[in-house]
């Protein structure tokens, strides 16, 4: 019971300290707008509408995470739904654009800076 009542101050104490960050913060407006994108190739072996299950998950091997590709192998079904392009959070493309001139992209891909 003591010990609860010490998180529980602790985790007030905490919140409480991020008040004066909240009341300073700028609002910034996002928008987020979507564009249908076609990249479906002939060599896709799944279409948009497709239901990917238990029987026939191997399918979405190259598609999915290992942990949700077990879930789709335990019977988890999954909607094929077609692509779509999603344009960055305002907030993270004035932050990309600002810092951008401080790293580089090396010959062989690593990111410096």
């Known amino acids: 019971m003591y010990r609860w009542k010490v998180l529980q101050s602790i985790a007030v104490l905490g919140l409480a300290s991020l008040l004066p960050l909240a009341a ?31 029987d026939n998950y191997p399918a979405v091997q190259a598609y999915l995470s290992p942990g949700n590709y077990v879930l789709v192998q335990r019977g988890m079904q999954v909607k094929i739904v077609p692509s779509s392009h999603l344009d960055w959070p305002p907030p993270y493309r004035v932050a990309t654009e600002k810092y951008s001139p401080q790293c580089s992209l090396g010959a062989d891909g690593q990111v410096s800076g």
Do not use: L
């Open 24 to 54: 300073n913060a700028q609002t910034v407006p996002t928008t987020t707008t979507t564009t249908q994108v076609d990249t479906v190739s002939a060599r896709d072996t799944i279409r948009p509408g497709e239901i990917i299950g238990s």
